[in-house]
């Protein structure tokens, strides 16, 4: 059967097998001491993006401390690729030595700027590098988009996800986590629940369940008796002007009785906002004022803003598969890229000429300006330079040892809607386009040009 | 730490905490060996595809044949949800006993047409729905899309690089999905040690050239490790350059019968022209033998485009574009209660909901064929006769396999042989074609009915 899941200590061999073969001629060639540092970043925002949220270095962290090849992966190593006694010795001690800079998760950033920084020998660099690309990528995707949802949606109404529709078990796990980073208020599903300890899903009633009764007024009774005043019923499994009807026949008469009954109601196809307001109105006028209106459906943040448009009355909106795989942006560019080496005491800063492929030399850093309370520019420069400003990139790992506390998930929370408050809210538009302001300092530039004319003398004699 | 690690053991816990409650309230009310059918189907097909390639079956089937709560689960579910002791041991020893039917992996497949169809007692139907909708959309959406790019690749071999994906596991399954579409070069050490395959001999980086005074250094050492195998990047630099620096020394080793990389590869810049400039410079200093690979952001319309550009490739590699099928990321996947089966006797059930609607009794696909090629298919009932092939067949029977499961390779086979039965009008990447399917008058006719009978019990009309 092919396994597609993935433990942890599996992790170290994401990895290309290119990688391990190059990582092992180092050794033999005696370059393991051959230090770099290498930039992540993305080259360009996505057409539908204003802002990008930087999230997954939670679990580059767990993974960079944890890395190692154990016996089994040892022996493939040692079967598949035939190496050395030496580079087999150099691979059983394998572990992250380096040192990472990272911006703190939550934070908003753009092109060109590096949100991590990675300075490690060479051959760990770039083993690492797959399992960083693929992390940053599918959490900042998700991140980004979840974003977009809930700064759709007004204060005080409840936002949700459903996570099925993700691209697998994994990436629902992922877009979870993202939901709650940037403030969705239900995101929950029992597996989740279980190994980290989130809230228990109260969750709903289904079609199917609906279904499964001789008439839709019996199963609700049925329901009722069992919801403890909880739980969400669904109108719209036959007609759902009809099953209106039939909620409000039901939750009145056992609202008499001073009996529990679902307090809410969900439409989940059809216009929506045409029967969001008929029910509000039929619920108000039946003294059902507490039950509450949940909108479920195909949702993101370009259909709550036209349904706002609209006039929608909805107390929960819920999203789904356009929000846990990011159909307008499901990717993101990220590339990790040789900025420095370090060899003994010598530094040699490295950049990409190729085409379309520009990458910036040195040892860098992210400052964030701000004037009169709001941020408005971000400069990219060397991590030497005096500019003004937030330094972003922080000091994570040291020598292979975690050198600060990793923020919990309400935590990294706090600080993202504290910083989106920063910037100016023309930035989160969901239809507009804003480009907001990141340059590179001159000192940077210079040692670009410089950078670009060592190589060309060093590699062509020019 | 946010754990996103999911095991195999994990998954029951994959659905919805409100199937466990309406399992319970199921169970009270002595509805537990209700027999529901399900149907899982797309309604639509994306914009951009005119066919979908099915796929995930073999994860679907290994996991309702292990399903079974953990101790860790059930003591959660009792904490949670505070479920009295009978329905905790229904849970407890709770199995799937249900009957799959499906259509075989690497089937190509249409809107509206039942993928698989899953008869069970209603409390597990219900707990399953979700992963098995996640399974079927992510596996079909990958496999689908790699199948596009591999069709338009023509002649020139394919590979595929799978670190942008939406997370690891979606790394893997693109990976399997790549081979089911024939996809040669896909492989990872993590993968290769799993499943006891042959090692990724892997590339060379920019990095690993960089870290060398030169470019020529950095090949001369490589070629000493390589063993006559691996690939060289020419473009660290410069790529015409590199591409001189790359000749000079392999016609040196070739002359002294040394090892030397036998790909040569370009990632940036025009790769059409860069590939026709290295073959016949290739060619004329006796290095026939080196293949060119192009990796770039490829995808299926940038091939085909490359190929009538009369690009050299030997072997087209592609990432994030096919690794999240960004032309078609999602396919609304859906599980719909189609029988409800009370004492032995099968009451049909559709949904009516404004463009939701589900078509009611147990169903078959029927695949037609006319002068060898495929003509159409027809949706009908499993107990009608119509010609044609049967696409669903018998998986699981109570809960047992019944059913011999494919190697990658086997479906890759099926796939190909399956594809060639199809007008080559459907693979076409930048037209839309569609392909008939139809419903039999049957299955129209128990629509009609049951759409009558829900009105008729439901609002008395």
């Known amino acids: ?462 | 730490m946010f754990d996103e690690f999911v095991e195999k053991e994990d998954l029951p816990f994959y659905t919805s905490g409100a199937c466990f409650v309406l399992g319970s309230i199921y169970f009270q009310e002595g509805m537990k060996d209700l027999w529901v059918t399900y149907d899982v189907f797309v309604r639509d097909l994306p914009e951009n595809r005119n066919y979908l390639v099915f796929s995930g079956l073999e994860n679907i089937i290994h996991y309702l044949l292990d399903y079974k709560l953990t101790k860790d689960q059930l003591s959660y579910l009792k904490k949670s949800y505070g479920f009295p002791p009978a329905v905790m041991k229904y849970y407890r020893q709770l199995r799937f006993s249900g009957n799959v039917w499906a259509m075989p992996e690497g089937s190509l497949f249409f809107a509206n047409e039942p993928v698989m169809t899953i008869s069970a007692p209603i409390i597990e139907a219900q707990l399953i729905e979700r992963f098995i909708i996640n399974r079927v959309m992510v596996y079909t959406v990958l496999a689908s899309k790699i199948s596009r790019f591999v069709i338009a690749a023509g002649q020139v071999s394919c590979g595929l690089n799978y670190t942008r994906a939406q997370g690891i596991e979606a790394s893997n399954i693109s990976l399997r999905s790549a081979k089911i579409v024939g996809a040669k070069m896909a492989s990872i050490p993590y993968i290769s040690q799993k499943h006891k395959l042959k090692p990724d001999s892997g590339g060379t980086t920019h990095a690993y050239i960089s870290s060398f005074p030169t470019e020529e250094a950095a090949l001369r050492t490589y070629a000493k490790y390589c063993r006559g195998k691996g690939l060289w990047l020419l473009d660290t630099y410069d790529a015409k350059k590199g591409l001189d620096i790359f000749i000079k020394v392999a016609s040196e080793l070739k002359k002294k019968k040394k090892f030397y990389p036998p790909y040569v590869l370009f990632d940036s810049g025009d790769l059409v022209k860069q590939s026709k400039v290295a073959r016949k410079l290739l060619d004329r200093t006796n290095l026939k033998d080196v293949k060119i690979m192009l990796l770039s952001n490829l995808n299926e319309h940038r091939v085909k485009k490359m190929n009538q550009q009369g690009a050299a490739a030997d072997y087209y590699v592609a990432g994030e574009e096919l690794t999240t099928s960004p032309d078609a990321p999602k396919l609304s996947v859906v599980y719909k209660l189609s029988e409800v089966i009370k004492n032995g006797q099968p009451i049909p059930k559709m949904k009516l909901s404004v463009g939701k609607v589900s078509l009611p009794g147990k169903k078959q696909v029927f695949r037609q064929i006319k002068n060898g090629r495929y003509s159409k298919d027809i949706v009908g009932l499993e107990a009608e006769k119509i010609k044609g092939q049967r696409l669903l067949l018998p998986m699981i029977e109570k809960g047992k396999l019944r059913y011999n499961l494919p190697t990658p390779e086997e479906i890759n086979r099926r796939y190909e042989k399956e594809r060639k039965k199809f007008f080559s009008n459907l693979f076409s990447i930048s037209h839309k074609t569609s392909y008939q399917v139809k419903i039999s008058p049957e299955l129209a006719k128990l629509t009609q009915k049951t759409k009558k009978t829900i009105y008729k019990v439901h609002y008395d009309l």
């Open chain 1, 1 to 462: 059967m092919f396994n597609e899941f993935i433990t942890q200590e599996e992790l170290s061999l994401f990895t290309s097998g290119g990688f391990i073969a190059t990582g092992g001629m180092m050794v033999s060639e005696g370059m393991q001491n051959l230090w770099g540092t290498h930039d992540i970043f993305v080259r360009e925002m996505p057409a539908c993006r204003n802002y990008l949220v930087f999230a997954g270095l939670e679990p580059v962290v767990d993974y960079l401390l944890n890395l190692k090849f154990d016996q089994a992966q040892l022996e493939y190593l040692k079967k598949g690729y035939n190496f050395s006694d030496e580079v087999m010795e150099y691979y059983r001690n394998f572990r992250f030595t380096g040192d990472l800079y990272a911006m703190p998760e939550g934070s908003l950033f753009f092109p060109y700027q590096p949100v991590m920084r990675i300075c490690a020998p060479l051959i760990e660099a770039q083993i690492i590098e797959r399992y960083v690309l693929n992390a940053v990528m599918a959490y900042s995707v998700l991140t980004t988009k979840m974003s977009r949802f809930v700064h759709s949606v007004k204060p005080g109404i409840t936002t949700g996800v459903n996570f099925i529709r993700a691209h697998g078990p994994q990436a629902s796990a992922i877009a979870l986590r993202a939901a709650k980073s940037v403030g969705v208020d239900l995101a929950a599903m029992p597996i989740f629940g279980l190994r980290n300890n989130l809230e228990v899903e109260k969750g709903a009633v289904t079609h199917s369940f609906i279904s499964s009764f001789a008439t839709e007024e019996q199963a609700l009774r049925v329901f009722s008796k069992y919801c403890r005043g909880r739980g969400l019923w669904l109108l719209d499994t036959y007609d759902s002007m009809k099953g209106l009807a039939i909620f409000i026949k039901v939750a009145k008469e056992l609202k008499k009785q001073k009996k529990p009954f679902p307090n809410m109601i969900q439409f989940d196809s059809g216009d929506l906002v045409k029967q969001s307001k008929i029910a509000r109105k039929k619920l108000d006028q039946a003294g059902l004022k507490e039950v509450k209106i949940i909108l479920i459906s195909n949702l993101d943040e370009y259909k709550i803003t036209k349904m706002y448009k609209q006039g929608m009355i909805a107390d929960v909106v819920v999203g789904g598969e356009e929000l846990t795989t990011s159909p307008d942006a499901p990717k993101l560019g990220f590339v990790s890229k040789l900025s420095e080496m370090i060899d003994g005491s010598a530094v040699i800063p490295k950049m990409k000429l190729s085409e379309g492929k520009l990458s910036y030399p040195g040892k860098k850093q992210v400052f964030r300006q701000t004037k009169d309370g709001k941020y408005f520019r971000d400069i990219v420069g060397l991590d030497e330079e005096k500019i003004s400003g937030k330094k972003l990139l922080m000091p994570i790992i040291k020598k292979g040892k975690l050198v600060c506390k990793l923020p919990a998930l309400q935590k990294i929370n706090q600080h993202y809607q504290a910083e989106c408050k920063k910037f100016s809210p023309a930035l989160f538009a969901v239809n507009q386009r804003v480009k907001y302001s990141s340059e590179i300092s001159p000192a940077l530039k210079s040692l670009a040009q410089k950078t670009k004319l060592a190589i060309a003398k060093a590699h062509y004699e020019l």
